[in-house]
């Protein structure tokens, strides 16, 4: 099984719906991260956690909200989508300030 | 603010032949870099990182790097690219600033002529 796990792995959705991505993790960290990567322009910030009552916001959190449930959780939410929102979604998990992060297999979200 | 830059969006290689992919850095304290690929419709694998100690750093599928404090570099290289290296390779470098997020490069996309 993967340590960090992302449901749904694509999604086509239409404008203006909300939608909800999923980050569960396996591997104990404290510290959770959303990022999406565009063609291009490599991986952006979105939003970062280091435990569920700590939430903070990236360097493109417009138009984005996340809740931590729990440790393993954390949830990535677009209130109201637009098409500039369609892109590949990411979450990662990290130990510590120097070690790696782990990311999970990525979340397509198509938006018309 | 740590931030990398990556040069060159596309590098083609022959298999055999050396590769070298480029990453620079700016961060006002000592960083934390890391080489990450992407293979297509996966997410990323760490290739390797540097935190401190050696600046040579070796990775797996027979990649390294070497941290040049004074060249403000951290280029990846493989001695013989094989078929199976072609895929996206990100340099990212540790945020202070966010959490101790990762600051991506743009990417360089490396394909492997037979």
């Known amino acids: 099984d993967a340590d960090v796990t992302q449901t749904p792995r694509n999604r086509i959705t239409k404008t203006g719906k909300r939608i909800m991505l999923e980050c569960s993790q396996t591997?104990?960290?404290?510290?959770m991260y959303w990022y999406r990567q565009d063609p291009g322009l490599g991986l952006r910030l979105i939003y970062y956690?280091?435990?569920?009552?700590?939430?903070n916001k990236g360097e493109i959190s417009d138009g984005y909200s996340v809740s931590r449930q729990a440790q393993a959780k954390f949830s990535l939410s677009l209130e109201s989508a637009i098409p500039n929102q369609t892109a590949l979604y990411f979450c990662?998990?990290?130990?510590?300030?120097?070690?790696?992060?782990?990311f999970g297999d990525g979340t397509r979200l198509s938006i018309l | 603010a740590q931030s990398v830059t990556q040069l060159g969006s596309h590098v083609s290689v022959s298999e055999g032949a050396l590769v070298l992919l480029r990453c620079n850095y700016s961060?006002?304290?000592?960083?934390?870099l890391f080489w990450y690929v992407q293979y297509p419709n996966q997410g990323l694998q760490l290739l390797l990182k540097?935190?401190?100690?050696?600046?040579l750093v070796k990775g797996i599928n027979g990649f390294e790097a070497e941290f040049k404090k004074s060249e403000t570099s951290f280029h990846l290289t493989k001695p013989s690219a094989h078929m199976s290296d072609a895929a996206e390779y990100f340099c990212a470098v540790t945020s202070v600033s966010s959490g101790y997020a990762l600051n991506f490069g743009k990417g360089t996309s490396l394909l492997v002529t037979p």
């Open positions: 591997k104990g960290h404290d510290r």
């Open positions: 540097y935190t401190t100690g050696a600046t």
């Open positions: 990662a998990t990290r130990a510590g300030d120097n070690q790696p992060q782990h």
């Open positions: 956690s280091f435990d569920v009552k700590d939430i």
């Open positions: 961060s006002s304290v000592p960083p934390y």
